[in-house]
């Protein structure tokens, strides 16, 4: 009996089975990893930590920026770190990154000189609105929570956004399109992420943040923007305000 399973595993049947139970898994896998374009109406989810789990985007123009509005929706329930955007090139892992700190900061670091803004843990309940924007003449940056500015902050010294690196959401990028770390994982839903490469006015930032759906990033443009989705994560129908 033993002898007979041997033989039945060596024969070339056997494996060619495996191969094919192997290629079908495989092809499970890389469907996964989809290219995909537009997100009208959707949010994606990250539901478990992970140090995989990510979506890349892909801007549709370089990413050679010198003023930029960046903005985004999010709705964790994680008071822990977290990143929401993160944007590197070779020579700067961090050449742009938002990021939830703790209960009560959030960051947005510029070619790796990073400036934390302090919010309250309040109005990060539930689907919050974030912008983060740069203008780099008066050498400043500015986050806004739901609409509403921060102070102004110094951001020195003042460099344009480097082009050719890669843009992931969930994940902070050790380096281009990796190094990740599980404890800085997104969990949780984002959605409505635009970004331009000029400076939007607050009143604008408002009415983006209430839902107003004209204002569509120029350089990425969540609702034509092409996308890979990497692991466990889902793109639904939002239950955002818009
Ligand atoms: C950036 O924006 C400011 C204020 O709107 C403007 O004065 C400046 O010319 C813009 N461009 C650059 C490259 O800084």
New binding site residues.
């Given amino acids: 009996m033993c002898q007979c399973l041997r033989r039945l595993c060596s024969s070339t049947t056997m494996k060619s089975l495996l191969l094919i139970v192997a290629s079908c898994l495989l092809s499970g896998l890389a469907s996964a990893d989809e290219d995909r374009q537009g997100l009208i109406g959707e949010s994606l989810i990250f539901s478990t930590p992970s140090d995989t789990n990510h979506v890349l985007l892909t801007p549709s123009r370089d990413m050679d920026l010198?003023?930029f509005t960046l903005c985004l929706r999010v709705n964790t329930e994680s008071p822990r770190q977290h990143v929401l955007f993160s944007y590197a090139t070779q020579s700067s892992p961090s050449e742009l990154l938002l990021k939830r700190e703790d209960e009560t900061t959030v960051s947005l670091t510029v070619s790796g000189v990073k400036i934390p803004f302090l919010v309250r843990s309040s109005q990060l309940s539930s689907w919050v609105h974030v912008c983060a924007r740069r203008?780099?003449?008066a050498k400043q940056v500015i986050l806004h929570i739901n609409g509403r500015p921060s102070v102004r902050k110094a951001l020195e010294p003042s460099n344009p956004i480097k082009p050719g690196g890669k843009v992931v959401l969930g994940q902070e990028q050790g380096r281009v399109g990796g190094g990740f770390q599980q404890e800085k994982c997104l969990v949780g839903e984002i959605a409505d992420v635009h970004l331009w490469d000029h400076?939007l006015t607050t009143s604008t930032i408002r009415a983006i943040s209430m839902g107003d759906p004209i204002y569509r990033g120029n350089v990425i443009d969540w609702l034509t923007v092409k996308h890979t989705i990497k692991g466990q994560v889902k793109s639904l129908r939002t239950t955002s305000v818009n």
């Fill in positions: 010198k003023n203008d780099m003449m400076i």
